[in-house]
């Protein structure tokens, strides 16, 4: 049986390996992008589901207890809380992971949602403004880089990542590590 499925847009270039965290499994497998990379797939508002291809299904409880394995799962993308990619050229081209812009300051950032806790760098056209980074544009998926994911109650349940998409309807709490008080001696 071939990887391609039918439901995949004929434009779909090439399949990534991503690792999918939703508020209860993993799912490791395949999915189809165009030249616009992961950041390009997550953010088409005209499809709200993802496809991924030799998918393995884990619980979180139990991250490396394979539950199953599927040609083919689907997903609402609104449900997914983080996607992290093994390279990050899989994001996408610089413009579109960058927004549009071309130079960007590097923010070194700890967020948390209600199932984990990332901690990375974002780049930003300038300084860090937390309201327009979570209700302003189109984009509801956005990257950090050299990240790290956490399962807040599961704490060996760690993924180092080149890059990690986040939904950014599901972050409670952003932090700048720059802001840390530093401990007293």
Do not use: W
């Amino acid at each position: 049986m071939s990887l391609v499925d039918s439901s995949i847009s004929p434009r779909t270039s090439r399949f990534i390996t991503v690792d999918v965290f939703t508020s209860g499994y993993r799912a490791v497998g395949k999915v189809g992008v165009t030249s616009h990379g992961a950041m390009g797939m997550m953010n088409d508002s005209t499809h709200s589901s993802l496809d991924m291809n030799d998918a393995r299904m884990a619980r979180l409880l139990m991250p490396t207890k394979l539950v199953d394995h599927f040609e083919v799962i689907r997903m609402m993308k609104k449900q997914v809380h983080a996607m992290c990619l093994s390279r990050q050229e899989d994001l996408g081209p610089h413009a579109i992971v960058r927004g549009g812009y071309l130079s960007t300051v590097e923010h070194k950032i700890r967020l948390t949602t209600q199932m984990f806790e990332i901690e990375g760098v974002m780049e930003l056209p300038g300084r860090f403004d937390f309201t327009a980074l979570i209700t302003e544009g189109t984009r509801e998926f956005i990257p950090i880089f050299n990240a790290t994911l956490t399962a807040i109650l599961i704490p060996n349940l760690k993924v180092e990542s080149a890059g990690i998409l986040i939904n950014r309807k599901t972050v409670d709490i952003m932090a700048l590590l720059t802001h840390r008080v530093k401990p007293e001696s």
